[in-house]
């Protein structure tokens, strides 16, 4: 047993999981692409003030989960807790606002948060996310949220609940935040936190999974809205409903982060426990101006891989996960062995022409040859292994220009021209 363990909060992924994650990956690439987004990769840390700046200050994120640590040269900075910032960031770097005709971007990666571990909570997880730069109008925060569906759709996961709010504007939100303030000040025994959420961040308050019971008659932003506001989130409703996008309007929804205005928007799955939230976004309109950019009106959204994952348990996706046709190549005589080494590498290289000749549908994968392995245990091998095929290199077949090709599951031999 090593006396090493991966750090609290953190997780090897291997085995069925590792595959799942590469076939979720592939899925949510297929589907940005589809949509015209394309990819950034943003550096892990970053300048502490970034997140501080973005995430906002009174947030659980910068409070109390950030990994900030000094480099050799004492800059501060910070693991990425999430993906957004960063993305502004690099767009606003780059111009992309003046070299993208549209401003669509996605990214996959490790997000840190120092948070309490438990099912679906990781202090390394993995997230994918999108990002819409540059359109103000409702159609730009449903063909996000139609997005996130779409992923969810294509790993069978249908049975979900897509929660819509809107925290309005710079216009309309601070009478909501003053109602708020006025409600929960005469409001009995409040968390130690929400206290202090009440002076800092009142919004915040709606969040709080503690005082949560005592929240049934806080006031709605709805009741607030401006014009505009009202008109906006009526737009986005009236374009789900048009493309059959169930969801539900949620007062409560308030989400972690400073920097939406109009839309948030979360997907919760009842399959994955108590952090139910699989997928979560919003529109951010003032973002990338206080991030030192234009007034660029942007939206996006991000996924939980891992969360997603634990949804797809029961939906068919692990079963149908993509199978392999594994060809095991296996040696009789030594004196073959290089023949056979030759051989297993140019079944790698021209696997793809074969698999299309053969109309497999499956990968093929090949295995061996091993040296030093008698041919029994070389069988064995295969069999555990689930090989479809074994190639055999025999002396008195090699002789003649022959191999011999197995059928595993059918136990049955044939000879082949060695150069076909
Ligand atoms: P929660 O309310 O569960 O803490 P959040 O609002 O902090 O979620 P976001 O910042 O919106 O989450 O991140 C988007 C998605 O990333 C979440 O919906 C969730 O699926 C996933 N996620 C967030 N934090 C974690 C974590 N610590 N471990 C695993 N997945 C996470
Ligand atoms: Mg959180």
């Keep these: 047993m090593s ?114 571990p438990q099912a679906g909570r990781y202090r390394e997880f993995l997230q994918m996310g999108a990002e819409y730069f540059g359109n103000p109008n409702p159609n730009a925060d449903v063909e996000i949220i139609l997005l996130a569906k779409e992923i969810l759709s294509k790993l069978n996961i249908n049975d979900v609940v897509i929660h819509i709010n809107s925290l309005g504007c710079a216009n309309c939100r601070p009478i909501f935040r003053q109602k708020l303030i006025d409600y929960f ?40 809205l401006c014009d505009d506001c009202k008109n906006h989130f009526s737009i986005v409703q009236a374009l789900l409903q048009s493309v059959g996008c169930e969801y539900m309007v949620d007062d409560k929804l308030v989400r972690g ?30 973002l990338v101006k206080e991030l030192g950019g234009q007034q660029i009106p942007s939206v996006g959204f991000a996924l939980g891989s891992e969360r997603v994952l634990m949804a797809a348990q029961n939906t068919g996706f692990f079963e149908n996960l993509p199978k392999k046709y594994l060809v095991f190549i296996a040696v009789a005589d030594e004196d073959l062995f290089n023949e056979a080494f030759k051989f297993a590498n140019n079944l790698m290289a021209n696997k793809d022409n074969i698999k299309q000749k053969l109309n497999l549908p499956e990968q093929i994968i090949v295995e061996g040859p091993f040296l030093n392995k008698s041919l029994k245990s070389q069988f064995k091998l295969a069999d555990k292994l689930e090989a479809k095929k074994t190639v055999l290199f025999g002396k008195t077949e090699f002789e003649k220009n022959k191999i011999l090709i197995k059928d595993m599951a059918e136990k049955t031999q044939t000879e082949f021209e060695y150069n076909d």
């Design 257 to 286: 982060l400073d920097y939406y205005t109009r839309t948030v928007f979360e997907v919760r799955s009842s399959a994955v426990g108590s952090q139910d939230a699989i997928c979560a976004g919003g529109r951010y309109d003032n």
């Design 3 to 116: 006396q090493y363990k991966a750090p609290r909060g953190t997780h090897d992924i291997y085995g069925q999981l590792a595959l799942a994650l590469e076939e979720l990956d592939k899925i949510s690439r297929s589907v940005f692409r589809k949509h015209n987004f394309k990819e950034i990769k943003t550096p892990m840390f970053e300048d502490v003030a970034l997140f501080t700046r973005s995430i906002g200050e009174a947030t659980d994120i910068v409070e109390k989960e950030m990994y900030v640590f000094e480099d050799r040269k004492g800059r501060k900075l910070a693991l990425r807790p999430e993906g957004t910032a960063s993305l502004v960031r690099a767009y606003i770097e780059h111009r992309l606002d003046m070299e993208e005709p549209v401003g669509k971007f996605f990214y996959c990666g490790d997000m840190f948060r120092y948070e309490r």
């Design 185 to 224: 000040s005469s409001t009995q025994d409040l968390c130690e936190d929400c206290k202090r959420r009440l002076e800092k961040n009142p919004l915040r308050l709606l969040d709080c999974k503690i005082d949560s019971c005592k929240f049934q008659n806080a006031p709605a932003m709805k009741d607030c």
